[in-house]
């Protein structure tokens, strides 16, 4: 099975900013997902490079998420952090199909890792 690691949590005061990566070899259609205590698992970001790449509105013009193809990594940089965006976030990877949305369905990726938490104080 498809291996997916995500590094870089952590807690950081709010208005800072983290960077997130999950390597999964191979992988290309990938997204970046959180889940608060007590709360869903909510889609944060996307990348798909048959389709689109983007984030979710509540995180639009703070977070941006990219690929570095040659190391086999997705990154979502996170800025101008809140409370409000703590959670563990997990690295999704591993389309069901390609190209097409939605993007941020929990339903569309086969493999996931194990999650690192991310601590937003006031």
């Known amino acids: 099975q498809v291996h997916v690691e995500e590094s870089g949590g952590g807690s950081v005061q709010a208005g800072g900013s983290l960077t997130l990566s999950c390597v999964a070899s191979?992988?290309?259609?990938m997204a970046w997902f959180r889940q608060a205590p007590g709360k869903a698992r909510e889609g944060v970001a996307y990348?798909?490079?048959?389709?689109?790449?983007g984030v979710a509105e509540s995180v639009r013009g703070r977070f941006t998420v990219s690929r570095d193809n040659a190391k086999n990594t997705l990154y979502l940089q996170m800025n101008s952090l809140n409370p409000d965006d703590t959670a563990v976030y997990y690295c999704?990877?591993?389309?069901?199909?390609?190209?097409?949305?939605?993007?941020?369905?929990?339903?569309?990726?086969?493999?996931w890792g194990q999650g690192t938490q991310v601590t937003v104080s006031s």
């Open positions: 191979g992988i290309t259609c």
């Open positions: 999704a990877a591993r389309c069901f199909y390609h190209g097409r949305p939605p993007y941020l369905s929990t339903d569309r990726f086969r493999a």
């Open positions: 990348f798909d490079p048959d389709g689109a790449t």
